[in-house]
């Protein structure tokens, strides 16, 4: 089946670090997507990891993937009230196709 | 390179109406995709058109419809609007549809129904 879960909300302090936790189910996901939404806008891509690979980082952003679990996280560096936001986590199947199964998003604030 | 463009912005359409949604992707990507995002329901995948042709279609009622023209700019339409049908569209292009692909969104068009 397709599901992908994220706890709904986090708080932290500006300067700490973040970590948001996704689970999903589909064992043949070939791509793991993080976006981030701002109020009103549209879904910005952050970075993405491929179902190979452990770990990805991308300067603040790290991304870790334990397959046996299908577990995944972004870790945000040095959180900046700037990354406020909501942050969904996708999965992508495999073969031809874009389609992208999304989770239901988790709302971060940072707090100055 | 310009990003994904979708028109209108905003919309306020009555029940029963039609409504047709228009998205260009970036230069040189040749796949879009749909998806309807809802308070209730989140981000759920609508269609995927690759060269024209659509590739994937998710489980929306066959009121919902698109098409992809052979400059990859791509329309869906919804006809006999209903108020569940309020959400924001959002469209999103890609180079291709395999390998690495990824998908960049567009702002979205914010549908009302009234």
């Known amino acids: 089946g397709e599901d992908v879960e994220q706890s709904l909300f986090l708080s932290v302090r500006e300067g700490d670090s973040s970590v948001i936790n996704c689970t999903y189910t589909?064992?043949?996901?070939?791509?793991l997507y993080w976006y981030k939404q701002e109020p009103g806008a549209g879904l910005q891509l952050l970075t993405y990891i491929f179902s190979n690979m452990d770990m990805k980082q991308d300067q603040r952003l790290t991304v870790l993937l334990n397959k046996k679990d299908k577990h995944l996280s972004l870790r945000i560096a040095d959180t900046q009230t700037g990354d406020s936001a909501i942050y969904f986590c996708?999965?992508?199947?495999?073969?031809?196709?874009?389609?992208?199964?999304f989770g239901t998003g988790t709302l971060l604030a940072v707090q100055p | 390179k310009a990003g994904v463009t979708q028109t209108p912005r905003y919309l306020i359409k009555t029940r029963g109406q039609q409504v047709t949604l228009s998205c260009s992707p970036i230069?040189?990507?040749?796949?879009v995709s749909w998806y309807q995002q809802t308070p209730g329901q989140g981000l759920q995948f609508l269609f995927e058109?690759?060269?024209?042709?659509?590739?994937n279609k998710g489980n929306f009622p066959g009121r919902f419809s698109g098409r992809q023209f052979s400059n990859s700019r791509s329309e869906m339409n919804v006809s006999t609007l209903e108020l569940g049908d309020s959400a924001l569209y959002l469209c999103?292009?890609?180079?291709?549809?395999?390998?690495?692909?990824?998908?960049?969104f567009g702002p979205g068009t914010r549908l009302t129904v009234t």
């Open positions: 999103a292009s890609s180079l291709e549809t395999s390998g690495r692909s990824e998908q960049y």
């Open positions: 996708a999965e992508r199947g495999g073969g031809a196709t874009n389609k992208l199964i």
């Open positions: 230069s040189g990507h040749r796949s």
């Open positions: 589909d064992s043949s996901s070939t791509y």
């Open positions: 058109y690759f060269s024209e042709t659509q590739r």
